[in-house]
């Protein structure tokens, strides 16, 4: 059993080790449960036990779906509201950072506020609890030569990885991970891996260049991947172009994001019958047979979705997470797996070669301050590196997937991916060290101190060290730590310490999983790092001026400590100062050090429209629990309105009382009237 169940004070704390999330449900009077069989749930579970209570308590704001015996959703509870339920038998679904189900056969209250959910039951009633990981992990993997063809035929597996062809799987927990690939000598499939009977295939001419950008979209309808003239998607005789007037890559993506909006919609049909946002705008505006489609065989569902014009479909469409150029070369299919495990939209590079002396650089501005400096070590000129331009996406984040250093976007390796894979649970506790090895940066080393570890009801261990020496600073590093912070000088002869330098490149072992090198031109030192053996983490590119940098890391601080991913916390971290853009996220940016309290890391904006009524707009961000297909519910007035992660939500007017009852809810990042500041901070409400 991957998960631990283990009575607390306050009642049961479910525990993930690997994933290191943990889900207290409060129990009034204690408990001491007893093993349970998992079999009894009509969700897959981990694992489960028993209780004797009258009442279960989550001290978290949640979404919970109600099912009966037969599977039908009888209530789904966001935020203020309650449903009374009579005495039957019935599924309670919990969406939290462990997945948890109750399995209940009495009455049923259901009280979701903004800050809990409280169940209630017939006095001493027997309360099944089974829990499920979100840990994602390949199931196997495949070896294949550079041949276009065995490639195909590789990618051709990804698709075994989806436990469903309906239109759930738009749902990131019904998409599996697709298998792992490695290059050899020849190809080799283990068993298990054929992809489903769906009738849909991908034909391609038999070049990298065309077989990368459609692995995604082969993952997501379960199609196989063949060789062909012209590109195009066959679903049992309906043929439809993927070299269109848009162009390959773009036609690409606009099926893929299309037919994904559309299983969300239609799944509403389904287990989730609740009021999508989506469906509201998207069902005026297209002749589709809903409930029909539901049943309907994914390539019956597909032709019909492809019958509708995307341009329709387009401003509803939610903000698509990550695009990935990922170079044509036969090494960067052993990435494709973790990139497509993301949907992310995969292109082939367009780019702009670049130098450091074009890179960003720090501004005249920055320097300006009294008494200001950079965070380089001394006074020397950028690593001559090779640099390149993405050219711009609409994805809220890009990735670069080859040899050359990205600008403006973020650069991932199969080498980080790996090494998540090799994790290893721990005791739950989440191990975060802090360094600070030049006194004149204490600000931001203060802020980190007080910030860090603040989360009450989660287990932490945070260390703070200063002016640690080159061997203090190598044991550092290579102890198990989920987060290393380091704030400090950094140049091309490593990261400084008080006797001298430590080069990353040179470490025998590195324990740390993330980390953040706020210093100037990290990027090698950061990358040797993900060498040796982390996952992810931010760096700099060039020179940082401090004052910037402490924004900046003040700022990411905050964000990761309230359960932003490494690529979302830059994103909102990043435009605190304008040295922001030298940062970037090297390995797996969608790891996080925190879980978040509302599994969906959510920014919210505010615009002041007069003294009495104000504007609020919530932003959400996926995560590792909250990926695209998700639903979001916004904390704002009693509604069950559900919307799609990622992207803007629905904008809100609301008078001043209403404001400071929101904004007392939780700690949260805002943006008011342009103003990056904290809800905790905001002192005239």
Not at 42 to 56: E, H, L, M, Q, S
Not at 466 to 477: F, I, Q, S, V, W
């Amino acid at each position: 059993m991957t998960l631990s169940f283990e009575p607390s004070e306050a009642g049961i704390d479910v525990v993930d080790p690997v994933e290191r999330r943990t889900t207290t449900l409060a129990v009034p009077g204690g408990v001491d449960p007893t093993p349970a069989d998992a079999d009894a749930f009509t969700f897959p579970v981990d694992g489960a036990v028993a209780v004797r209570t009258d009442a279960v308590t989550l001290p978290t704001a949640a979404s919970v779906y109600v099912r009966n015996d037969a599977g039908e959703m009888v209530a789904s509870a966001e935020c203020g509201s309650r449903h009374e339920l009579q005495s039957a038998t019935y599924s309670v679904e919990l969406c939290t950072p462990v997945k948890l189900y109750l399995r209940v056969e009495s009455a049923v209250t259901v009280s979701a506020a903004f800050d809990g959910v409280e169940l209630s039951f017939d006095d001493d009633a027997e309360v099944l609890i089974g829990g499920r990981s979100h840990q994602r992990r390949p199931p196997a993997t495949v070896t294949t030569t550079q041949d276009p063809g065995d490639v195909m035929a590789a990618i051709s597996t990804f698709g075994s990885a989806l436990k469903t062809t309906s239109p759930e799987r738009s749902f990131p927990t019904l998409r599996g991970h697709p298998p792992a690939v490695e290059l050899g000598d020849e190809l080799r499939i283990p068993d298990g891996l054929s992809p489903p009977d769906t009738g849909v295939r991908v034909e391609v001419p038999p070049s990298l260049g065309h077989v990368y950008p459609v692995a995604p979209l082969a993952y997501y309808l379960g199609a196989e991947v063949v060789p062909g003239n012209a590109p195009k998607l066959v679903a049992d005789g309906y043929e439809h172009p993927l070299d269109s007037a848009h162009g390959f890559e773009t036609e690409v993506e606009r099926v893929l994001k299309g037919t994904f909006l559309l299983d969300c919609v239609t799944r509403t049909e389904g287990y989730y019958p609740v009021d999508l946002h989506e469906r509201r705008e998207v069902e005026p505006l297209v002749d589709l047979d809903f409930a029909a489609l539901y049943d309907a065989p994914l390539a019956e569902r597909l032709a019909a979705y492809l019958d509708v014009s995307y341009a329709l479909l387009e401003p509803h469409v939610p903000e698509w997470q990550l695009s990935a150029r990922v170079a044509p070369d036969p090494g960067n299919v052993e990435t494709l797996p973790f990139v497509v495990d993301d949907l992310a939209v995969v292109r082939t590079p367009s780019a702009t070669d670049t130098s450091a002396s074009n890179a960003p650089a720090p501004s005249s501005d920055e320097f300006a301050r009294s008494g200001d400096f950079t965070r380089s070590a001394s006074e020397s000129s950028p690593t001559n590196r090779s640099l390149v331009e993405p050219e711009s996406t609409d994805s809220l984040d890009q990735l670069w997937v080859g040899d050359d250093t990205p600008v403006g976007a973020h650069k991932a390796t199969a080498e980080a991916f790996r090494n998540r894979l090799e994790r290893t649970p721990g005791d739950g506790e989440i191990d975060i060290t802090v360094v600070c090895n030049d006194r004149a940066m204490d600000e931001e080393r203060t802020v980190a101190d007080e910030v860090y570890g603040s989360r009450e009801t989660l287990p932490f261990d945070v260390t703070v060290r200063h002016e640690l020496t080159t061997d203090e600073l190598r044991d550092a590093l290579a102890a198990d730590t989920q987060f290393f912070h380091y704030i400090g000088h950094i140049d091309e002869n490593g990261i400084e310490c008080v006797d001298g330098y430590l080069d990353a490149r040179a470490l025998d072992s590195v324990g740390v999983e993330s980390f953040f090198l706020n210093a100037c031109q990290s990027y090698e030192q950061g990358t040797a790092l993900i060498e040796g053996g982390a996952v992810g983490g931010v760096v700099t590119l060039n020179d940082v001026v401090n004052s910037g940098a402490v924004r900046v890391g003040k700022a990411m601080a905050r964000l990761l400590n309230r359960g932003f991913p490494l690529r979302a916390a830059l994103n909102v971290a990043q435009d605190r100062s304008i040295v922001g853009e030298q940062y970037l996220v090297v390995g797996d940016g969608n790891l996080d050090v925190v879980q978040s309290e509302s599994v969906i890391p959510v920014l919210v904006e505010i615009e002041t429209i007069s003294e009495a009524e104000f504007e609020l707009t919530p932003r959400s961000f996926v995560s590792s629990e909250g990926g695209l297909g998700s639903f979001v519910t916004p904390k704002v007035g009693p509604t069950e309105k559900c919307y799609l992660s990622s992207g803007t939500l629905e904008t809100y007017t609301l008078t001043r009382d209403e404001l400071r009852q929101h904004l007392m809810l939780e700690v949260m990042p805002l943006l008011f009237d342009g103003e990056f500041v904290w809800s905790d901070a905001v002192d005239e409400f």
